[in-house]
Structures are given as structure tokens and as C-alpha cells.
């Protein structure tokens, strides 16, 4: 990776340590033996199934929302319950080596404006989002779900 002066480079190459802590000769500062490092990009073996997720999303809020009345208390303890609902039903899709993070904001419609924001460090290329809004005569809610790649 970078050059020499107790800097690291990829295994294999002819001089130092890797960036794991393995030497050229195949010992490891940890006695862990021969070398065993990733050799190419790593990255997830399958995409985050976007659509699966939007899909539970209206699923679930649909499901919990389509007749509620906006009421303070009740909505509070529902915005948790769909996120958690959100997360156990998108963690069932068996996607590994991705942290899911479920965010559920319900709040009164009336003839009102809002915006909601986000931020976050993540990876373009390996870290997704999948958003849903609702909406009935009373409320609205907005779910969102991160998925963040872990390697």
C-alpha cells in the first residue's frame, strides 16, 4: 500500500508488514501462522435488497396506520413499535454483514410543512437506504432504514 519508513503494505509484497500485522515470511505478529489476507476488494457478496425492504416498509405502515387517529401518546409508542417491527422483518431477509438502523417519525397532518433530515458516514458503494412516507385523513409518518455495510 505505502512505501517503507514503518509504513504498511499489502501481503505479498516484498518488504514489512501488511496492513493485518503479517510478515513477508508468513508469521504473524499475532503467531496466527501463515498469512490469510485479503487478497482482492472486498465488498458485500450480494446487494442490499432495496425493493424487499420499501416493500416491508408500506407493509408495515400501512398495516399499523391506515385507521389511526393522530394521538400524541399512542403515535409515540407506535413510531417505536414500527421500528421495531421494521428491523426484526428486514433483519428475517438474512442479508449478512449489514447493520440496520430503523428511524420512525409520526406526526399530525395539519396543514403544516416539515422537513427531516439525515446524516451519516457511510461508503457509497457499499451502504444503502430505502425510504417510505404515509399518509391517512389524521397523520403522517416517514421510515427509514440504513443499512450499513460491515467488512
Given amino acids: 500500500m505505502w512505501g517503507p519508513m514503518g509504513t504498511f503494505r499489502a501481503c505479498g509484497d516484498t ?3 501488511c496492513l493485518w500485522g503479517h510478515l513477508r515470511d508468513g508469521k504473524s505478529r499475532g503467531g496466527h ?3 490469510v489476507c485479503p487478497r482482492s476488494a472486498t465488498g458485500p457478496a450480494e446487494r442490499f435488497p432495496v425493493g424487499a425492504v420499501e ?3 408500506r ?3 400501512r398495516g399499523y396506520l391506515r385507521e389511526q387517529p393522530y394521538e400524541p401518546g399512542t403515535c ?3 413510531a417505536k413499535t414500527i421500528a421495531e417491527v421494521i428491523k426484526a422483518r428486514v433483519k428475517a431477509l438474512l442479508v449478512p454483514r449489514y447493520k440496520i438502523v430503523v428511524v420512525t417519525h409520526i ?3 395539519n396543514e403544516q410543512s416539515m422537513q427531516i433530515g439525515s446524516r451519516c458516514l457511510w461508503d457509497p458503494a457499499t451502504d444503502t437506504f430505502s425510504s417510505y412516507v404515509f399518509k391517512n385523513t389524521s ?7 440504513y443499512a450499513i455495510y460491515f467488512e
Fill in 15 to 17: 518488504w514489512g508488514p
Fill in 33 to 35: 501462522g501463515d498469512c
Fill in 55 to 57: 416493500a416491508i416498509l
Fill in 59 to 61: 407493509d408495515v405502515l
Fill in 76 to 78: 409515540r409508542e407506535m
Fill in 107 to 109: 406526526g399530525q397532518l
Fill in 139 to 145: 397523520l403522517f409518518a416517514l421510515a427509514n432504514v
